[in-house]
């Protein structure tokens, strides 16, 4: 619940069913186009538009000086449109007034260098200036739109931190020096010991000659890079929560979101879920992956653990994005397959960037609902299509996702397991979290992705990869759902630091020690593209330890090199669980056996039989259950299954056929 408020504002205003929608920038067309805008909305059921994100020069046009009229018509026109409005505080891109007048505004890189005006974001999260001026757009927009028919749902800024994750300059030092002393309450031997100064000399004497880690000559300290992550994630927030003030204050019914962006590593979204009334996320396809729709399942399985209910795909693409090397546009049905993933997976409104393509500007080969070449094209059917398809899921909206697995993941673990000159580059954490999440995905298993502290009393098989860093209370919470009966598996290099990122004694993997009933005592990490045979002839990767059992049984060993016969994969009953310990990373059909033996022995339920190519998701709601089947083939599927087709309609008597790239949703009875 947002601090200082009363209720949780439940969803947007006035939208139910699926919203449908998109980031909608009409100052950047002539007035004329919105009304045929809204017609073309009308026609492909759109039902919100995210409005005024980028639009602070045409706005405040100069300091305190504001121009209304376009909003005001845009606004009105949607509203007679029936069409909701998720508005921004329009605060994302400061105009070049504000930076020429305000230099110190800007951000300043790790090697001292400015980073000028002239694109987005170009502004320090520790700014004053920037905070001032940003809550006073935020008042004067929440003030004359608070009321307006159309308003939905505010939207603060616009993904925090993807450009202007950390700033090094003078004004973010000081802050930085305030978020220490209130971490280490003022007890500046405490920084020093978490920090473990004594080494390098490095041992700090007076709070001001703390500075942000910028460029070294050589390792920077771990714990003041960690310390400095925590901070820009809190400081990002801080600037969030400046802007939310203002709305709660002026509009304390409307709710309020910012969209997220998945997997980003400067902003701890666990803990900003917790300040946001509608968790929303943007995904965009990675067209350099093999299976990019694996992918933007783990984006939909993480939104989902950190909404813990419906979540709101703010943004994805309608075909290609501009900012990768090649950037490859969707083939045929692409686009509704993506779109009705992240349905299955939780969203129930489906956003994309943007409605219109732009003729100029850094985005014009961006794609859009309403491309370059108009309404005859493929893109807009589709568009088109996939309204009515939505419309047709309506029922769906508010039920929620079956998931018996989870996969455990903190900020805090990725942020210090990827530092420098650990053993190995070889720890990727979100790939190899990805791999796990490829695994249960074949085996039609859906994973919520969460932090320890979730409730994992909800789960019968709990997955921890690479989870460097743990807490003591962390640790005894994956401890305590074992106890109760549950299936953990830990992966190697995990339990390893504390929450100060200093080495647990006594042996690895330190935190998990007694729990799994092993101890390693090193690490012999494999290099890139080599592999090591295991006992039950399967291959690991990346990584190796030398190790023993205290108290587990040992199922599979290292077969061969430095650490032949140490245990590689073993087991601990602890209370009515048991806890697994995985010394290597498993890929592929290897990976795909032992999630297939865990998901069996633990009772872990799939969403549907298991079908090559075939995604298989359960979302769930009182006796009603709602089965998406997404065929990722080229080929038609006949899976087993009975029940309605939501979206052809067809009636399914033991087997439905999913034609090629198509998707079904099934309308079945829960199971009890
Ligand atoms: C992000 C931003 C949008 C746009 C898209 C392009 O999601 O929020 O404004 O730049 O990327 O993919």
């Not at 205003?13 to 920038?25: K, S, T, V």
């Not at 802050?175 to 000399?201: I, M």
């Not at 806890?579 to 990976?591: F, K, Q, V």
Request: charged letters at 20%; one cysteine or more; aromatic letters at 10%.
């Amino acid at each position: 619940m947002p601090s200082g408020s009363g209720e949780r504002p439940a969803w947007p205003i006035g939208l139910d069913g699926i919203a449908y929608g998109c980031d909608y920038n009409p100052e950047q067309w002539p007035a004329e186009t919105v009304a045929e805008d809204v017609r073309l909305m009308g026609e492909a059921g759109v039902s919100f538009v995210t409005l005024a994100v980028f639009a602070w020069a045409s706005l405040e046009v100069r300091p305190g000086v504001y121009d209304w009229g376009w909003l005001d018509a845009v606004m009105d026109a949607l509203a007679a449109a029936g069409i909701a409005v998720d508005l921004a505080t329009a605060t994302a891109a400061p105009p070049p007034w504000f930076s020429h007048r305000y230099p110190d505004s800007l951000l300043v890189g790790p090697d001292g260098a400015t980073r000028w005006y002239g694109s987005r974001q170009a502004f320090c999260p520790s700014s004053t200036d920037y905070r001032q001026a940003a809550g006073e757009l935020t008042g004067a927009i929440a003030g004359r739109y608070g009321g307006h028919p159309a308003l939905a749902m505010w939207h603060v800024g616009n993904e925090f931190g993807c450009h202007n994750p950390a700033c090094y300059c003078d004004r973010s030092a000081e802050s930085f020096r305030g978020w220490l002393r209130r971490r280490y309450q003022d007890d500046l031997g405490e920084l020093n010991r978490a920090w473990g100064t004594s080494f390098w000399s490095q041992a700090y004497r007076s709070w001001e000659e703390l500075i942000p880690p910028r460029q070294t000559v050589s390792f920077a300290n771990p714990g003041h890079l960690l310390d400095w992550a925590r901070f820009c994630s809190d400081e990002l927030l801080g600037a969030y929560l400046a802007e939310r003030s203002v709305l709660r204050r002026l509009t304390p019914g409307v709710p309020i979101t910012t969209n997220f962006m998945s997997f980003f590593k400067p902003v701890d979204y666990q803990a900003w879920a917790r300040e946001v009334d509608v968790v929303s996320n943007d995904h965009y396809l990675l067209g350099h992956l093999p299976r990019p729709e694996v992918h933007l399942s783990l984006s939909g399985d993480l939104t989902r653990g950190l909404a813990g209910g419906p979540w709101w795909l703010m943004e994805h693409s309608p075909s290609a994005v501009n900012w990768q090397r090649v950037n490859q546009a969707k083939a045929p049905g692409e686009m509704i397959r993506n779109s009705l993933t992240h349905v299955a997976r939780g969203a129930d409104a489906v956003g994309f960037f943007q409605w219109r393509a732009s003729p100029f500007g850094a985005e014009k080969y961006h794609s859009a609902m309403v491309p370059h070449a108009g309404t005859d094209t493929m893109v807009w059917r589709e568009v088109v299509d996939l309204g009515a398809k939505l419309r047709r899921l309506s029922e769906v909206a508010g039920s929620r996702v079956e998931a018996d697995a989870a996969l455990v993941f903190t900020w805090d673990s990725w942020w210090a397991a990827e530092g420098e000159a650990h053993p190995s580059s070889e720890v990727r954490v979100v790939e190899n979290l990805g791999e796990w999440h490829r695994a249960f995905w074949e085996a039609a298993v859906t994973t919520d992705v969460v932090a320890p502290d979730a409730d994992l009393s909800r789960y019968r098989l709990v997955v921890v990869p690479n989870l460097y860093l743990v807490s003591d209370a962390q640790a005894d919470a994956l401890a305590e759902f074992v106890r109760n009966g549950g299936h953990l598996l830990v992966t190697w290099f995990s339990g390893v630091v504390d929450a100060d990122d200093h080495v647990r004694l006594g042996g690895y993997p330190g935190a998990f020690r007694d729990l799994l009933g092993v101890r390693t005592e090193e690490f012999f990490p494999l290099p890139h593209g080599v592999a090591t045979a295991l006992s039950d002839g399967s291959t690991g990767r990346r990584w190796s330890e030398l190790g023993r059992s205290e108290g587990a049984d040992v199922m599979v060993t290292f077969a061969a090199g430095p650490v032949a016969g140490s245990p590689a994969l073993t087991r601990h009953r602890v209370g009515s669980g048991w806890a697994y310990y995985l010394a290597t990373h498993l890929e592929g059909p290897d990976l795909d056996a032992l999630v297939g033996r865990l998901v069996d022995e633990s009772g872990t339920r799939r969403a549907a039989v298991v079908w090559p190519g075939v995604e298989a998701v359960r979302r769930v709601s009182g006796n009603v259950s709602y089965l998406f089947l997404i065929n990722h083939t080229d080929e038609a599927q006949t899976v087993p299954a009975s029940g309605i087709d939501l979206l052809s309609g067809a009636t399914a008597d033991g087997s439905i056929t999913v034609g090629p790239g198509d998707v079904a949703v099934i309308r079945q009875p829960a199971a009890g």
